[in-house]
């Protein structure tokens, strides 16, 4: 089966980047575990070596498995090339690695996912990179940084915990004008909801262990975009050796094919819960762009075709022993630090995301202390509602 511009995203998830990989009438792509790659032809090796033929030479570098993969990331996000992690971390620090040296400017925000924070505020000015962190969505703070100069703008929308949307198109025209390479994270929303490529970003990344692989049990990253910075960033990884395991690469690849089965189905209960817990008496605030009350609500509903599956709430009482009686009565939702699973996971920032952070720093970034990220399952919706009713009542 041949891919065309005007399948939908579905038929993708399910098919792309597949055929050429399945072997002897096989209908799965294998796992190939094997490190290296033999030739009997001396100068066949030595033209897949020079990369002026498509095969495989070892396992650090590419593998069978993993780069379908890449091409069925690639082909969801509408992107030229592609090129995969062990972990998100992994492709984020390898793109950082690879696109800044000494002397040059980063512009982000400060909600980015909170490992990404680390490496910006901890390592990079190790290597005299300037970093200039924004307020998220002061868009006009973002811009301004940007027309100082700077040779890469990190985005990422919608961000964790409180969910804060940014306009990807509007932030990538000034990035462009100003000569910064544009890279987004793009975990939260998934290729189902949002493409950053065709809102202007370079680059667009995840972390696949969250909605892509989809269940929770396989750790890995991914980047998209044209072939000529991806191509860079593949080669600081060959050589930094952070490679995604085929082991790995299978699981996210067999999780992929309900992506947006799943995303769909998020979207939806993500939507009613929020509404459900918006008018629930203990509950001070719901933060989901899905919300019409949500301040970027209009500009999600502009680049987004759904809000995703990840809401966060606030309780009325808010202190940490209101969450201590909470999380523990709810029966059908993983109290632990991750996301976008088929089960329900639910964690509030002082234990996951934000956790090397004083009450005092996160009040500052606007993360009160009963706040819950609450990341949807697959679970009927109605199960969930009774669930969070009968935990809230603990409160
Ligand atoms: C989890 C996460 C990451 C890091 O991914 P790992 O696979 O855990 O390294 C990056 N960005 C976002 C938005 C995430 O949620």
Redesign the pocket.
Known sequence: MSHNKNLKAGTLSVWAGEEEYLMQGATQVPVVHSVSFGYKDVDEWLQVALGKKPGHIYGRNTNPTVHVFEEKIRILEGAEAATSAA????I?SSAFFTLLSPGDRIVSVKDT?G??NKILVEFLPRFQIEIALCDTTDHEAIEAEVMKGCQVLYL?SPT?PTVKVIDIERLAKVGHKFGAIVIV?N??ATPINQNPLQLGADLVLH????FLGGHADA???VICGEKELIEQIYHFREINGATLHPTAAYLILRGMKTLHLRIDWQNRSALKIAQFLSSHPTVEQVFYPGLAAHEGHEIARRQMRGFGGVLSFMLKENTFDAVRRFLPRLRHAHAAAN?GAVETIVGPPATTSHVECTSEERAAMGIPESLIRYSVGIENTEDLISDLEQALRAV
């Open positions: 972990t998100g971390m992994g984020i996912y490992g990404t990422e964790n994270d975990t939260f972390s696949a262990t969250k750790l890995g990253g996301l």
